[in-house]
């Protein structure tokens, strides 16, 4: 689940864009506790896209999923660890309107003790990348 960091929902803002920290592990491996997400809000959604919204049942909570499919009445998101649950299998599909926006980014912070250069250069190469749309995890979530 993310945290906001600052001014997190943007309305209004000159450019929609945000940033976000991840807390818990349901979108383990692409995401991990402690990093930090640029989300582009009222970003248009695809199957597959990783997306920040308000939890549906505790709405100031702010949850980080993938979108698996279209459905009556909102999108059905599921946690790429299926063992963390708080997904839709709990709660449904999810309206429009708590679907806040789609991570374009995702920037890992350097471990404490990483000291060496190996490490140092290691970090750097996997630290910053961009989260894509992926429809081969889309198909294998929807298949659950």
Known sequence: MPEPARESERAGAVLPLGVAEVTGPSMVPTLRHGDRLLVHYGARLRIGDVVVLRHPFQQD??????????????????????????????????????????VRFRYRPRPDGQRSPF????????AARPVFCDRSASRRLRAR
Do not use: I
């Open 61 to 102: 909570l702010l949850v980080v999923k993938r979108v698996a499919e279209r459905r009556d009445g909102g999108w059905w998101v599921l946690a790429d660890n299926a063992y963390a649950g708080g997904d839709s299998t709990d709660y449904g599909t999810v309206p429009d309107e708590l679907v806040l926006g789609k």
């Open 119 to 126: 490490a140092v250069a290691r970090w750097a190469f996997s």
